[in-house]
């Protein structure tokens, strides 16, 4: 049995967002731009004072482009895309890449170092070896197979220096999906530059308000969750939360094991933990709350809770207690209602 879904946090309610104009009622309009990409589906709202079809023309194909050039820089998916190519490499030689793929790399050594290791981009091979790539799974792995392919897991392993990239080992392979889409949100945001605006990306969310409060709610973290209780409901202002879980990525083989999609690249095999989900808080930017959502979810409990204690990053944890019911632990200052 395999599940892909993976939307973990969805927009619970939408408020009208109110701010001086010139209109009658001196109320802005809300105005919804939703489409596909990624795999998943967006979602931008924001509020305009003039509602007009072709200001709202002229947005969606600016998102659209956006996204275009996040996933021709990022996306396995697409054979011609940045990644892709240096995936291909067999070579140790620099290659030049976009800006915005260099960000991106340069920003996941970042959660690399904060997580001890256990956040990397090059854990696509051990993704892969695993059955949660695009080859159907069969059976897991041998002892002999993992550790040959943690030969070339590392992030140590590529190096970057401004907008030029190399492996130090021709095998290596990376993947961004991580926080490609918090980076996607972003670009969004700034791109349109609205003071009221909301923007999603399969459940990565940011808003960017001076006016009112989008809610947002965090699923109950169970597999038999189809159709999508809320576990908990974040409003937030001006800030972005991702989600990392267990429960919407995983296999359970012929002896009736239970294997999910994180992969911790020290050991090779899947992080085990009671953690069914953790909700990430940033001020900063979404692909922040994106990155560290994967990044603490792959480190013990008592390490996560000191790490949002030395910070100033927030976050929700939602535990799986013996009796198969939900703990929360919430960080200080979490959203809250």
Not at 180 to 205: H, P, R
Not at 253 to 274: A, C, Q, V
Request: glycine share 6%.
């Amino acid at each position: 049995m395999m599940t892909s879904a993976r939307k973990l946090v969805f927009i619970l309610s939408f408020v009208i967002l109110s701010c001086n104009s010139s209109s009658k009622n001196n109320i802005d309009e809300i105005v919804s731009i939703v489409g596909r990409t990624m795999g998943t589906t967006y979602s931008v709202k924001y509020a305009t004072a003039v509602k007009s079809n072709d200001n709202i023309i002229e947005n969606k194909n600016k998102i659209e482009e956006i996204l275009r050039n996040v996933n021709m820089q990022m996306s396995t998916y697409i054979a011609e895309s940045e990644i892709s190519k240096f995936n291909r490499m067999r070579n140790t030689e620099w290659v030049s890449i976009s800006e915005d793929f260099a960000f991106v790399v340069q920003s996941s050594f970042e959660y690399y170092d904060m997580s001890g290791g256990l956040y990397d981009i090059t854990v696509m091979p051990l993704v892969n070896l695993w059955g949660f790539g695009p080859d159907k799974f069969i059976d897991t792995p041998s002892t002999t197979n993992i550790d040959s392919v943690l030969a070339f897991v590392g992030q140590d392993l590529i190096e970057i220096q401004g907008s030029r990239i190399r492996k130090k080992d021709p095998r290596v392979q990376i993947d961004l999906s991580s926080i490609a889409k918090g980076f996607a949100v972003d670009k969004i945001i700034e791109s349109l530059n609205y003071n009221n605006i909301f923007v999603e990306i399969g459940g990565e969310v940011r808003s960017k308000s001076d006016k009112k409060i989008w809610k947002v709610g965090i699923n109950t973290p169970s597999i038999d969750n189809i159709s999508n209780e809320i576990e908990y409901i974040a409003p937030i202002q001006n800030g972005s939360i991702a989600t990392s879980g267990n429960y919407r990525n995983f296999y359970i083989d012929k002896d009736n094991r239970f294997y999910h999609h994180e992969i911790n690249p020290l050991t090779g095999y899947p992080i085990m933990s009671k953690l069914a989900s953790i909700s990430i808080f940033s001020e900063k930017s979404c692909m922040e709350a994106d990155g560290l959502a994967t990044a603490l979810y792959m480190m013990e409990k008592n390490n996560i809770t000191n790490f949002l204690q030395d910070t100033d990053i927030e976050g929700l944890m939602i535990f799986v207690e013996p009796d198969m019911s939900f703990k929360q632990v919430v960080s200080q200052d979490f959203p809250a209602n």
